[in-house]
């Protein structure tokens, strides 16, 4: 699968008027695109940060998707947007315990690699990291989604509710330690959100 991940930043007090019209409007729109997969929204109410990202089957659907949607972004997001940041990745890893549910906890972790190393961070995510993540209560979803041509990728990490994803910092830590020592990346960021939404289907 290929997703779009959309980050923005803006006044934490109006979030609620953002999530609204992507639940609703946003939602809408995506439905109706050819090889659409699902979406999920993710948010820290706290600083005023909005992860949203929408999947695709291919990379041509995902493309043909943002020539339609890129018009009504800034309008659904205001008047909470003060910044957007859009990036496109390929879901090499997508691994599903269960469903995650409105409440639960995403760990995201960026990472930067040799683009000539995407194949061994792959196999290393598949090998090492998932199994050490399943280990951990409360999993319900991950994920590995990179950039080939820059280089850069991200890790997804569901959990059904906040209490399991403070629970898991110090094993995912020491999964995330392996991971990238055999997988030859750099960490550049480590951030927590709240699951608003997500509704993918990986089948």
């Known amino acids: 699968m ?3 991940a959309i980050y923005t930043t803006g006044d934490p007090t109006k ?3 953002a999530i609204r019209a992507l639940n609703t409007e946003g ?7 050819p090889g659409y997969r699902g979406a999920s929204v993710f948010v820290d109410r706290t600083l005023g940060k909005l992860l949203a ?6 990379e041509e659907a995902r493309q043909n998707s943002d020539e339609v949607l890129r018009e009504r ?4 997001l205001e008047p909470f947007l003060g910044t957007v940041a859009v990036d496109n990745y390929e879901a090499l890893v997508f691994h599903q315990v269960r469903q995650p549910e409105p409440g639960g906890g995403l760990r995201v972790t960026r990472l930067e690699f040799d683009p000539t190393d995407t194949d061994l961070l792959a196999d290393t995510f598949r090998a090492t990291v998932v199994p ?4 951990l209560a409360g999993l319900a979803r991950a994920s590995l989604l990179v950039d080939r041509e820059r280089g850069r ?6 959990f059904v509710d906040q ?3 403070a629970a898991s910092r110090a094993g995912q830590a020491a999964a995330r330690h392996e991971g990238a020592a055999k997988a030859h990346v750099t960490v550049t960021g480590l951030e927590e959100f709240e699951v608003v939404l997500s509704d993918v289907r990986g089948d």
Do not use: Q, Y
């Not at 050490?132 to 280990?135: D, F």
């Open 2 to 4: 290929f997703v779009r």
């Open 15 to 17: 979030i609620d008027a």
């Open 27 to 33: 939602r809408e729109l995506l439905e109706d695109r």
């Open 53 to 58: 990202a929408s999947w695709w089957e291919s």
């Open 73 to 76: 972004r800034a309008g659904m």
């Open 132 to 135: 050490k993540l399943e280990t």
């Open 153 to 158: 990728g991200m890790v997804g990490a569901l």
């Open 163 to 165: 209490a399991s994803l």
